[in-house]
């Protein structure tokens, strides 16, 4: 089978998946099977979260510059085209189909709303990126992070966006479109990092003196992927605002971001797969811890769900300490294995024991486990 | 001019908060290189800390020998945190990346600001006031409050004593040395470890006597406090110069005084107030553009 007739058939089958389950979630149900609301809001969230985490991971995770102001483009993308739908969404949809509520019209305004939110989030990207992305390490973190907190509260002065109050924003996503846009972010930012520019990312990673020094023109490649990953956030932006249906600046404080950055490094930075599996993980612990009992000690009532933030941080801190690299460091979690039997490259087994593993797939590579001391 | 003077002062007070908090990122930077983002968590454990004292230990009667025992007591109490938080969180991790020790500092954050939220509630809590309050008139419209005289008082005398240990004492000559180069440090025979130790008891005393004195000043504790103060307070760090002590000073009191006059004179050039906050972060992005070293940093060279 050829690659293309390969990619189509998981592409139909992979939208024959999210349609299965948006019928069930629907009131209807699919043959008596349904899925209640509660956990078809898991869903969705997850879904928004693996757009995140996985746009994220391209700058964080591939090209190795740590942001950590993933919030404010998505607040970006969120405000930016529920502006556009509360003020021009219905007359689009009454122009195109007479009255507001069709299938069509309404995916239009959705599709518009997303190209929207998508621009002027990697507008802000760029104005943010060119200038931070000269700073490394620890300074682009805290630049990215005031960046953010900036943005926030330059929307949280805008009263033409509800200001403090909220904004009330029209329901326009469901399942079906955000678990498909983020089967377009995972494809995409898988065919980025496999491209040409993939291997530039990887390379300013891995030491950003000699990349530069072979050629890879580090300053475009490094802004390009945050404009990439920041346009990405707005999507995610785009769809949580017309999910959600109330947009509230209180949404995209710097610990929206900290969520972000915990599902890479859950997973794994630099792993595709790991950013999937860090998102279901962190959507999905706070819910399950919720069901923790209640104890009483002296007297006082001690609920256990409560702990659940609490754990949550340690279980952050104690992936650190035991495993660093994340559950899947930079390896790919995938069904390969099963196809063919892995042959050993020859003479692997004399190299010092690493088996010939390209030092960007090396979960012992230097970058994540030690550092000089300088 | 009242005014003026009046929003001086104020800024003034608070910014010498921020130098007292940025004291402890600086120090910890200098020598481990790690943003210490649990350092504002341990300020906001310092007035909780002071809180307990007070309420228990004192039945919440004012007295200056009770502010005194409060202020010492949070001190020690914090400290010891901050030395448990070295020992048991950034130890291990410190032979990985920079990018590691960040996360665990942040999940460290997250962790000390659920475990109050659980313990204390996220309702704030009013903190006893153990020296009444009294306004001096100055001149004119200008006042100054008792618990800022306080405040710039105990900051100053924590500041000559940080000076004189780390300028004078065998364990601040160590932590020089330390942060000049650690490993070298570790060849001529001092116990890094120790020292690393010890420069994390000291910041987070520092930040704890900063919680207890704003409890005096603004008296609401919340376990969410640290947050904003302690993200501003390393925005004064890095202005100052990063690792830089006197800078840390400056840094802290050019923000408080940049925030104080935002709220006061911003609305007069189309700055609504609610804008205080982003001002600090203004200023940092400012200063890591144009002069990243901060103001009294010196520029190193990266070697290649």
């Known amino acids: 089978m050829s690659s293309w007739v390969r990619s189509l058939i998981g592409g139909i089958a992979i939208i024959a998946v999210l349609y299965v389950i948006s019928l069930m979630m629907s009131e209807a149900g699919l043959f008596g099977m349904g899925i209640d609301n509660y956990t078809a809001r898991l869903f969705v969230f997850i879904a928004i979260n693996v757009i995140l985490a996985t746009s994220l991971n391209l700058i964080n995770g591939f090209t190795g510059q740590f942001s950590i102001g993933h919030a404010g483009f998505m607040a970006v993308g969120a405000y930016a085209s529920a502006y556009f739908t509360v003020n021009y969404g219905e007359a689009i949809e009454r122009a195109v189909s007479g009255s507001p509520g069709g299938a069509f019209s309404s995916a239009l305004v959705l599709i518009l709303a997303i190209i929207i939110g998508a621009i002027g989030a990697s507008i802000t990207g760029l104005i943010v990126g060119i200038p931070s992305l000269r700073l490394k390490g620890d300074y682009l973190a805290i630049v990215t992070l005031g960046f953010a907190e900036i943005i926030r509260i330059v929307i949280l002065n805008i009263d033409a966006v509800g200001g403090a109050t909220g904004y009330q924003v029209p329901g326009y996503a469901d399942f079906l479109w955000i678990g498909f846009f983020a089967v377009i972010t995972v494809v995409v930012v898988h065919n980025i990092v496999r ?37 990405f956030a707005g999507i995610a932006g785009v769809l949580f605002a017309h999910y959600n249906k109330f947009l509230s600046t209180n949404d995209f404080q710097f610990i929206k971001s900290f969520e972000v950055i915990i ?12 950013a999937i ?23 006082t009532t001690f609920n ?42 020859e003479g692997a087994d004399s190299v010092g024991g690493t088996e010939g593993t390209p030092i960007a797939e090396d979960p012992e590579a230097k970058h994540l486990t030690s550092e000089g001391d300088d | 001019m009242d005014t003026f003077v009046q929003q001086l002062i104020n800024g003034l007070t608070i910014g010498s908060i921020y130098a007292l908090i940025a004291l402890g990122y600086t120090m910890v930077y200098g020598i481990l290189k790690l943003i210490n983002f649990a350092h504002g968590d341990v300020y906001m454990v310092g007035a909780y800390a002071g809180f307990m004292i007070s309420v228990y230990a004192f039945n919440s009667q004012p007295s200056i020998i009770a502010f005194l025992i409060v202020l010492f007591g949070s001190m020690l109490i914090a400290g010891s945190i901050g030395i448990l938080i070295e020992r048991l969180a950034y130890r291990p991790v410190r032979k990985f990346s920079r990018m590691t020790t960040l996360i665990t500092a942040m999940g460290m954050s997250l962790f000390l600001e659920y475990l109050f939220t659980f313990v204390f509630t996220g309702i704030p809590k009013s903190f006893p006031l153990l020296i009444p309050n009294e306004n001096y008139k100055i001149f004119g419209e200008v006042t100054i409050n008792n618990s800022q005289i306080l405040i710039f008082v105990v900051s100053v005398v924590l500041m000559i004593a940080l000076q004189y240990i780390i300028l004078y004492t065998k364990i601040g000559k160590a932590m020089r040395a330390v942060s000049f180069n650690l490993n070298s440090a570790k060849l001529m025979g001092i116990n890094t470890d120790f020292v690393i130790a010890f420069t994390f008891g000291l910041g987070s005393a520092l930040a704890a006597a900063a919680g207890v004195l704003v409890a005096q000043y603004q008296p609401k504790i919340f376990p969410l406090m640290g947050l904003m103060t302690g993200l501003k307070a390393f925005v004064a760090a890095v202005l100052g110069g990063i690792g830089n002590i006197p800078g840390a000073v400056l840094g802290g009191l050019l923000i408080g005084m940049a925030e104080t006059f935002v709220v006061g004179y911003g609305q007069n050039v189309g700055i609504p107030s609610t804008y205080r906050d982003a001002v600090a972060f203004a200023i940092l992005i400012l200063v890591l553009l144009i002069r990243p070293a901060g103001l009294l940093g010196s520029n190193v060279q990266e070697k290649v």
């Open chain 1, 277 to 299: 599996i860090g998102a279901v993980v962190v959507t999905l612990l706070p819910e399950l811890l919720r069901r923790l009992p209640e104890i009483q000690v002296a007297g």
């Open chain 1, 263 to 274: 599902m890479i490094v859950i997973g794994g930075m630099g792993s595709m797969t790991g």
């Open chain 1, 304 to 345: 256990f769900a409560d702990l659940r933030l609490v754990i949550f941080a340690l279980i952050l801190i104690l992936t650190m300490i035991f495993r660093p690299q994340g559950l899947l460091g930079t390896k790919e979690f995938g069904l390969s294995w099963l196809k063919r039997p892995r042959v050993k490259p």
């Open chain 1, 195 to 231: 491209s040409d520019m993939g291997r530039a990312l990887i390379s300013i990673r891995e030491d950003e003196l000699a990349a530069e020094a072979m050629g890879v023109n580090t300053t475009r490649y490094k802004v390009t992927s945050f404009v990439i990953s920041s346009a």
